[in-house]
């Protein structure tokens, strides 16, 4: 991440902007990584979120010929669902789980197959996916989520596309610092773990080998 910058000029910056998904995100604009060379194989899928676009570092495998969900929209148009394609693994590694899964934010799997608030189906996060346009699927299109390898989003949490926990929501167990609000900084804290400090929008409040996302600290697998 380019940290400190309003990369799209929308007035939010790094984490506060909903299009950044983690430090390892140098886009704000849309949810592609703004990273070179990462994501660019529109079929065959690693860790979406791990900032690279190698294969076999984190022993997740996925490929979008294998989701029913995929009509070919946006990145994927070269790959629609095949009933007869045979790689289609019914679930990820352990490697994959350990390494990927502390990267992906709350409601989404390893491959950046999100669910967001008030849209009925699971997203893509393709190049032309902004928040502006969840519900449009030529931009964001609909896909399944692999669930060996993706993180569930509670009510009182932060997740892809929420910026803010609800008032009513109570986190006086929430674990780590209080006070720090929801991405923007407002508002009750989003909840995380008892061992986790709550860190919001702000990436510096993260100990070391640790990583914030989804307004927690979450501890990195090396």
Known sequence: MLRCIDNDG?????????????????DESSFATGIPGDN??????????DGNSGMGDDGCNWELKCDPANVGAGSAASCPYDPSYKNCPATQSQKC?????????????????????GIDHAIRLDPTCTAANFGDPAKCPVCTQQTSCMKTCGPCQLCLGRTTVDPSCNVSGAGGASGNGGA???????????????????????????????????????
């Open 10 to 26: 929308d007035g939010r910056i790094d984490l506060a902007d909903p299009e950044c998904v983690s430090p390892l995100d140098n």
């Open 40 to 49: 660019v194989d529109a079929c065959k899928q690693d860790c979406f979120f």
């Open 97 to 117: 789980i350990n390494s990927c899964e502390a990267l992906t934010p709350k409601g989404c799997d390893c491959f950046g197959c999100c669910q967001v608030d």
């Open 184 to 222: 923007g900084g407002s508002g009750p804290p989003p909840q995380c773990l008892s061992d986790q400090i709550v860190c919001g929008n702000n990436a510096a409040l993260c100990p070391a080998r640790t990583i914030c996302i989804s307004g927690c600290c979450e501890v990195m697998i090396f």
